[in-house]
């Protein structure tokens, strides 16, 4: 019997626009699939645009890809996808297809590493401020790092 794993899809919305982070596999969408599926399941994502009548259409018929391990966590995976917005929002409200497809070849190109890192960063920085409160001059952040920020 073929083990079946569900991968829930990560949503972000900002303004009229959603981008939903999802694994389609072999099987139903969203289950991969032993045996059937690839050994490596890496993460795929859509980009909506809310038209007038509020239904969601797709902004685009491109298949964007990502570099995200489908077996991430879901708050990495839910970091990962807040983070491609931060990135896409502003090209997209403005309309920008240059700018739109720069940040696409941006997320497409990002290692799952760099969003376990920045996700395990965040959380220290959040556990150490609740530990110690706001202490004017204590950054939690480490002082080398990572090259992209959310």
């Known amino acids: 019997m073929a083990k079946i794993i569900e991968i829930e899809p990560s949503v972000v919305m900002r303004g009229d626009f959603k981008i939903e982070l999802l694994y389609l596999g072999c099987g139903e ?12 399941p890496v993460m795929r994502y859509d980009i909506f645009r809310r038209e007038e009548g509020g239904e969601w259409e797709f902004a ?19 970091f990962a996808v807040q983070w491609m917005m931060n990135r896409l929002y502003p090209a997209l409200e403005a ?5 739109v497809g720069s940040a696409i070849n941006e997320i497409e190109n990002t290692p799952h590493a760099l969003f376990a890192q920045l996700h395990a960063s965040q959380r220290a920085e959040e556990e150490i401020a609740g530990s110690f409160g706001a202490v004017e001059g204590l950054s939690a952040r480490p002082s080398r790092s990572p090259s992209l920020s959310i």
């Open 60 to 78: 685009d018929s491109e298949a964007h890809y990502t570099q995200i391990d489908a077996f991430s966590p879901v708050q990495v995976r839910q």
């Open 95 to 99: 309309g920008d297809t240059d700018a």
């Open 29 to 40: 969408v969203g289950q991969w699939v032993d045996g059937a599926d690839e050994s490596d």
